[in-house]
């Protein structure tokens, strides 16, 4: 079975970090364009980052330029995303989903979601 497992999440005070992880199962992430969605309660769900299948291009929405990072490690067939500077702004279920080959961030086209993983940023 084909899927993307985030992993990570959790409860995080205000101006700290945490590193989620999204790993797939069933197929290999090298070829793939991997991106990080989040959707905060009550609005749509966002594009966050994303990073190509080798790794040399990335994008970040503005919001979080400068505190966020993408990464991806295709050994362990597995992204990242390393956020830091916390703000309970970035209270959210964050999503990676994939998409073969295009380099592409934007939701519609991705062939594969993830159940996403809760971060949620209070004191």
């Known amino acids: 079975q084909l899927q993307l497992v985030e992993s990570g999440g959790g409860l995080v005070q205000p101006g700290g970090s945490v590193r989620l992880s999204c790993a797939a199962s069933?197929?290999?992430?090298?070829?793939?364009?991997i991106g990080w969605f989040r959707q905060a309660p009550g609005k749509e769900r966002e594009g966050v980052s994303c990073?190509?299948?080798?790794?040399?291009?990335?994008n970040y929405a503005d919001s979080v330029k400068g505190r966020f990072t993408i990464s991806r490690d295709n050994a362990k067939n597995t992204v990242y995303l390393r956020m830091n500077s916390l703000k309970p702004e970035d209270t959210a279920v964050y999503y990676c989903?994939?998409?073969?080959?295009?380099?592409?961030?934007?939701?519609?086209?991705?062939?594969?979601w993830g159940k996403g993983t809760l971060v949620t940023v209070s004191s």
């Open positions: 990073i190509s299948s080798s790794g040399r291009n990335t």
């Open positions: 069933g197929f290999t992430l090298e070829y793939y364009t």
């Open positions: 989903a994939a998409v073969y080959l295009q380099f592409l961030c934007a939701e519609v086209g991705m062939d594969y």
